[in-house]
């Protein structure tokens, strides 16, 4: 039952995954934009703000790796292949979402 589960959702997963996070970079860019006004300046927006941020870049690194993992695998058939660009992508995006976190953890102190 489990099994055909994952193989029914597996088809759907890539799409909603995609839809999922274009709403959730709507939403992040309006935590932003109203976190950032002058008079919302506090230490715990900072935090919220940064989190948003992350959060932003994450959805958009994911809208590749769920296109080309789950959309343009399932709708071909071909087997799943990790390509260079998606692999340094990963990694530029977690190097900056780091940097970024650590940078406002510092301004914080």
Same mark, same amino acid.
């Given at each position: 039952?489990?099994?055909?589960?994952?193989?029914?959702?597996?088809?759907?997963?890539?799409?909603?995954?995609?839809?999922? #996070?274009? +709403?959730?970079i709507?939403? /992040?860019?309006?935590?932003? *934009?109203?976190?950032?006004?002058?008079?919302?300046?506090? !230490? @715990?927006?900072y935090?919220l703000?940064?989190?948003?941020? #992350?959060? +932003?870049?994450?959805?958009? /690194?994911?809208?590749?790796? *769920?296109?080309?993992?789950?959309?343009?695998?399932?709708? !071909? @058939?071909?087997?799943?292949?990790?390509?260079?660009?998606? #692999?340094? +992508?990963?990694?530029?995006?977690?190097?900056?979402?780091? *940097?970024?976190?650590d940078?406002?953890?510092?301004?914080?102190?």
């Amino acid at each position: 039952m489990l099994v055909r589960f994952a193989l029914e959702y597996g088809r759907y997963h890539g799409y909603i995954s995609v839809v999922v #996070c274009l +709403l959730g970079i709507v939403c /992040s860019l309006l935590v932003i *934009a109203v976190l950032t006004r002058r008079h919302m300046l506090t !230490s @715990s927006n900072y935090m919220l703000t940064a989190l948003a941020i #992350c959060d +932003l870049i994450t959805m958009l /690194s994911y809208i590749p790796y *769920a296109i080309q993992f789950y959309c343009l695998c399932i709708s !071909s @058939s071909r087997t799943p292949t990790l390509s260079y660009t998606i #692999c340094r +992508l990963s990694f530029t995006v977690r190097a900056f979402s780091q *940097a970024f976190l650590d940078f406002f953890n510092t301004r914080r102190r």
